[in-house]
């Protein structure tokens, strides 16, 4: 497909999911005796506040493991936490044949739940995983956000937005976050092919997408981070990408080494997926390339 992927992202979307499926539900078949997932949690009182969790047996048997809690993207107004019963599953699959407990979280949508709820509902299902990732074998002081798209928005406006400050005082626990593709400045450019969930998400009123874009409050996160892009991504996303890794950067290389916690003396890391799109850069879990995990992997071991 390549760099043809922004002409028609929906309809290639679906071309990408087709084409990794069979691959991803021959993984899930060939491995699934070893898994117990339990469905349909309830983290939040709201339908859609539901965590599927992923853990072998080996691993809550063992307990301590590290704990990778995934939000799916959707342009905020739609998606799911098993799009057709294999994605997203696979990406907390995967990381669970890795060791790892991975939480796969459904969040509330736009327009009934406009901004910052996303955010809110990532404190919640986090809050969910310290009280209860233990009795799955993972460690509760040991949780790794994963966001994709809208879902990595509101990664990121929970780990820097100022009024999430209090929360993440209150709930310590997380141990690093990855950006994947993530939706990281609002806008509505007429190249935007999803300015229809940004409006519907973050509101009517363009003057207060900046104060409510991630990127804005991007030198205020104080966790190890990745940042990770697609070489053929929505228009701009790789950009916010980018930058968004550049301000984290340079604000830990400016503040002074007592100001510094530990997180934040390690510098972000930032990976370019390259001949993947915005889809397959998640699609692809589970269906044999390991690449991107690894790095993450890697990345939750430093």
Known sequence: MGPVWGRDINAHRDLVIDAYAPLVAAARDAGEESFEAARDIAYGSHERQRLDVFAARRTRRDGDADVVLFV?????LRGSKSFNGLIYDNVPRWFARRGCVG????????????????????????????????????????????????????????????LFADL??????????????????????????????????????????AARSPLTHAARIDTPLMVVVAEYENPYLDAYGAAFFARVLEARQRAGAAAMNAAMKRAPRFMQMLRHNHTSVVAHFDSGETLLGDAMLDFFGA
């Open 72 to 76: 799916h993207g959707g342009a905020f």
């Open 103 to 162: 939480l796969n979280v459904e969040y509330r949508l736009a327009p009934g739940a406009p901004y910052p709820a996303g955010a809110d509902d990532v404190a919640a299902a986090v809050a969910w995983a310290q009280a209860h990732v233990a009795e799955f074998g993972g460690n509760p002081r040991r949780i790794f956000l994963v966001g994709h798209s809208a879902g990595g928005a509101h990664v990121a406006t929970y780990l820097g937005d100022p």
């Open 168 to 209: 993440r005082e209150s709930t310590p626990g997380v141990a690093g976050a990855v950006l994947i593709s993530a939706r990281l400045m609002a806008d509505v450019h007429a190249d935007n092919p999803n300015a229809a969930g940004v409006r519907a998400y973050f509101g009517a009123d363009e003057t207060r997408y």
